[in-house]
């Protein structure tokens, strides 16, 4: 059958847009790393893509993949609220992924200062522009075909090694990294007419403290993909890959090192893109049913023990005035925060046979994992999506303490790590969302 005989029978619509969102000189502070950066140029522009979906009964879903870090809860609603007035979609139907670029503008209320300070007239313009941009997405629904294939990729390693019973952080090949690379494609009769959907689970800092901005590892992806299939546009979704750097091997010494530069950074970008154009050409993949199913739910993950207040003030008045857990010290001095846990969403999709989990924060390797383990049938799971309120650890991380299970809270402004029992918080608010999609 032809693709186009295909799209004349096929009952999916999808339309496509996109937008540059990179700030203007000194319009934004860079975010990531906990270190003060300021933007001296663009490497590479900074995307926002919108990719909207209708099924055969005229239910729509859109998704609005972004090149920032990730947002506070508070943006989203304003952002949901907005594209309901609107565009006349509801929370349950618009999702926000967040590429988590490290080279990027701040965005999130719920990051310590020193991890990045934010320029509320830049988050408004980009509010405008996203608004705008599932508009414009809707306006090109044309007849496409949606199509699964699950790829086996890698461009990096965990990040986290066990010695002498403590974490310490490098490349661990022996260490948990999920390979699982879903693949949505999309073939449409206007252009672009070819959408291709990454999602795969490794960090975006492969550029490295540079100062200019940059989509990192994912841009290079998206550009090589671009370039080799015809009307193509491509789109990065981050997996539960929180614990995981990109990696090469240095030359002079044959280990596995972080990778840390722009070159680094483009040929990770390039790699996944070959490992994903190698996909396509040895295997088929499998067309969607044209349905939609999309569901919201709220929870909360319980917080472990805060640090005393006597800790806290040697932190804030002993520490180095140049570390950010010493800028959280003091920060969490002027705005004391007594929470005990910490409100979290799950969004669910069904594509047809497809179950998609948007994950909120940074969900790391095990989770993810785990997720999938417990849900029948193909499944993406897709973190840094909607708030970022933090790293989500499993309880394993937790006990292990190191910097995703004990003190990264600290870059979020929590009072506190999580709580062991988080990781069965976690999964039960994610079976009650894929519940609630019935089918």
């Known amino acids: 059958m032809t693709i186009l005989n295909s799209l004349n029978k096929s009952p999916w619509l999808s339309g496509y847009a996109e937008a540059d969102i990179t700030p203007e000189p000194g319009q934004a502070f860079m975010t990531g790393f906990g ?45 949901r609220q907005r594209i309901s007035d609107v565009h006349g979609l509801q929370a349950d139907e618009v999702t926000f992924p967040c590429s988590h670029t490290h080279c990027g503008p701040t965005v999130n209320f719920g990051l310590t200062f020193a991890v990045g300070g934010l320029n509320v007239w830049y988050l408004a313009h980009l509010e405008d522009t996203l608004v705008d941009l599932v508009g414009k997405a809707i306006k090109q629904l044309s007849p496409a075909t949606v199509s699964l294939g699950e790829a086996d990729c890698q461009v990096g390693m965990n990040r986290r090694n066990v010695q002498d019973g403590k974490i310490v952080s490098g490349p661990n090949p022996n260490g948990v990294y999920d390979r699982h690379t879903p693949i949505l494609r999309i073939t449409k009769r206007r252009s672009p007419k070819d959408i291709v959907i990454v999602c795969h689970a490794c960090h975006p800092t492969s550029t490295g403290a540079y100062d200019r901005w940059s989509p990192d590892w994912p841009g290079a992806m998206r550009n090589r993909l671009e370039s080799q299939l015809k009307d193509c546009k491509a789109v990065f979704v981050k997996g539960c890959g929180a614990d995981a750097n990109v990696v090469h091997k240095d030359p002079d010494t044959g280990e596995f090192v972080f990778s840390r530069d722009p070159n680094r950074a483009r040929l990770a970008g390039v790699r996944m893109a070959n490992q994903v154009l190698r996909f396509f050409e040895r295997n088929a993949l499998t067309p969607l049913e044209p349905s939609i199913a999309t569901r919201l739910v709220s929870g909360s993950l319980t917080l472990g023990r805060s640090p005393s207040l006597k800790r806290i003030r040697d932190m804030a008045m002993s520490g180095d005035n140049h570390s950010h857990l010493t800028w959280w010290a003091r920060q969490s001095i002027a705005y004391p925060d007594k929470r005990r846990s910490v409100e979290y969403d799950v969004q669910a999709w069904r594509l047809g046979g497809l179950k998609m989990f948007w994950l909120e924060g940074e969900v790391c390797a095990d989770l993810g994992i785990a997720l999938k383990a417990a849900t029948d049938g193909p499944v993406v799971t897709a973190a840094y999506s909607n708030a970022c309120p933090g790293y989500i650890s499993s309880a394993r991380l937790i006990r292990e303490k190191g910097y995703e299970g004990h003190t990264s809270h600290m870059a979020y402004f929590l009072p506190a790590p999580f709580a062991e029992k988080s990781e069965g918080e976690f999964m039960k608010i994610c079976e009650r969302a894929i519940r609630g999609l019935g089918g």
């Open 35 to 79: 270190r003060e950066r300021y933007a001296r140029g663009t490497l590479a522009p900074l995307r926002a893509q919108a990719i909207a979906l209708e099924d055969a009964n005229g239910k729509r879903a859109v998704i609005v993949a972004s090149d920032v870090l990730g947002y506070a809860r508070v943006f989203v609603d304003a952002l």
